[in-house]
């Protein structure tokens, strides 16, 4: 059974640090791996999707590194602004099945 | 071009009453999910729908819950008898066909049972 670990739980930072999420999974037969934000009260926004062939993918400020042998995944958020505070969410979709496993995520906190 | 939408936002009910939920996907994706966020659980897969069959029906958790989808397109969750540990917020994805597409999320229906 996956099971998708996210660390640290929370985090709180000043304005203008880059900031490393972190995901792990426990079983690396993925299709891909996909990040979202969630904002208080809202959906889930996708921010990036990572194939399993593939090792990084970027948008604007994000990265998003897979390592699919080991299991692991990063988000790096370059030059936090007090606009990217709130939960961050990874989720795994693979082993056969077309479901995504979410970790538990980061919630994210820039102050000004 | 529009996203998934949802309906309701909200929806308050008593403990016992059936209650429906509805999805609305991306025009043209096949694929549709349902998932579960209810605190202390995180994220739960609930069922997925390729076109209007739904060959993963796994993360239901009870003969309570059961989701149909008509024209391939619009689905309904529906919940019956409901107790209080069904509250939770209810987001349905969709998305093309094929496991290399991303799902995109709607806004989600936030069930509370009194």
């Known amino acids: 059974k996956q099971e998708v670990t996210q660390i640290p739980a929370a985090l709180s930072v000043p304005e203008g640090e880059n900031l490393v999420l972190n995901c792990s999974f426990t079983d690396s037969a993925i299709y891909n791996l996909q990040w979202f934000r969630q904002d208080p009260g809202k959906g889930l926004t996708s921010l990036l999707l990572?194939?399993?062939?593939?090792r990084e993918q970027t948008s604007g400020r994000l990265n998003a590194s897979l390592d699919k042998s080991s299991g692991r995944s990063t988000l790096y958020i370059a030059a936090s602004q007090p606009g990217d505070s709130a939960t961050y969410l990874c989720a795994v979709r693979g082993g056969g099945s077309e479901k995504l496993v979410f970790g538990k995520g980061t919630k994210l906190t820039v102050n000004p | 071009g529009a996203g998934v939408s949802q309906s309701p936002s909200n929806k308050v009910t008593e403990k016992g009453k059936d209650v429906e939920l509805r999805c609305d996907p991306i025009s043209g994706h096949t694929a549709l999910y349902w998932y579960r966020q209810s605190l202390g659980q995180g994220l739960e897969f609930l069922i997925y729908?390729?076109?209007?069959?739904?060959?993963?029906k796994s993360g239901l958790p009870s003969d309570r819950f059961s989701a149909e989808r008509t024209g391939g397109s619009v689905s309904t969750l529906t919940i019956q008898r409901t107790q209080q540990e069904d509250s939770a917020v209810y987001l349905c994805?969709?998305?093309?066909?094929?496991?290399?597409?991303?799902?995109?999320f709607g806004p989600g229906t936030r069930l509370t049972v009194t």
């Open positions: 990572i194939q399993s062939s593939q």
């Open positions: 729908f390729q076109g209007n069959s739904a060959p993963d």
């Open positions: 994805a969709s998305s093309p066909s094929g496991a290399v597409y991303e799902q995109y």
